[in-house]
Structure formats: C-alpha cells, structure tokens
C-alpha cells in the first residue's frame, strides 16, 4: 500500500522554479514529520528540509533561501517549492515520512535542470 506519493516533477529551465508535491495518507500526515530529500547517482540521499504536524519547518543550512516546504492539511500534502533552479539541482526527489524508528518513503520523482 503506497502511502506517500510525489508529483510536479519534470524538466524546468536553469533559474526557474518547481513545486513538488506529496500525497500523504491523513493517518501519516497527522502524526509523522514529513520531509524532502534529494539523490543524484552516485551520491548518498541529501536532506532538504522537514515539516513537523505542527507546520514547524527545518531545513538544511545548504538548501535555505531557494526551497520552501509548507504542508496543506486539507489535502494532506506536503510541498517542496524550488526556486532559481540550478543544474546542480537534478536529482531524483524523495518525499518522506519520519516518527521515532519509523521511516517511510515515496517512489521518488526525477526534477532536470536543463536548458
């Protein structure tokens, strides 16, 4: 059972923008952290930023300044929103769910930066 999914991936231009988006389960959303990672081959998974069920946001020192996480209770999703996108940017993109021992993850989804 598939309890985290992504979307928005795609191709976008060097200086553009992107938004993800991951659909969460309400059980997960409600209870777990939710988060953004990145991983290009060859490289461990990178830690972008996290979203607490309070909506408290974190990010990695590296990442702050051009992406921007915010949750939808609503929808139950949680965002990622890139902007001025570089081409160091191109990774697959992991949306994830964290509490205590806990670790979940989507299939990931591929974001190019490319002209």
């Known amino acids: 059972h598939v309890q985290l999914v992504e979307s928005g991936g795609g191709l976008v231009q060097p200086g553009g923008s992107l938004t993800l988006s991951c659909a969460a389960s309400?059980?997960?959303?409600?209870?777990?952290?939710m988060g953004w990672y990145r991983q290009v081959p060859g490289k461990q998974r990178e830690w972008i930023a996290s979203?607490?069920?309070?909506?408290?946001?974190e990010y990695a020192d590296s990442m702050k300044g051009r992406f921007t996480i915010s949750r939808d209770t609503t929808k139950t999703t949680v965002s990622l929103h890139m902007s001025s996108l570089k081409s160091e940017d191109t990774a697959v993109y992991y949306c994830n769910a964290q509490r205590g021992d806990n670790d979940m993850w989507g299939q990931g989804i591929q974001v190019t930066v490319s002209t």
């Open positions: 309400r059980r997960l959303f409600s209870l777990y952290a």
């Open positions: 979203i607490r069920p309070s909506g408290h946001p």
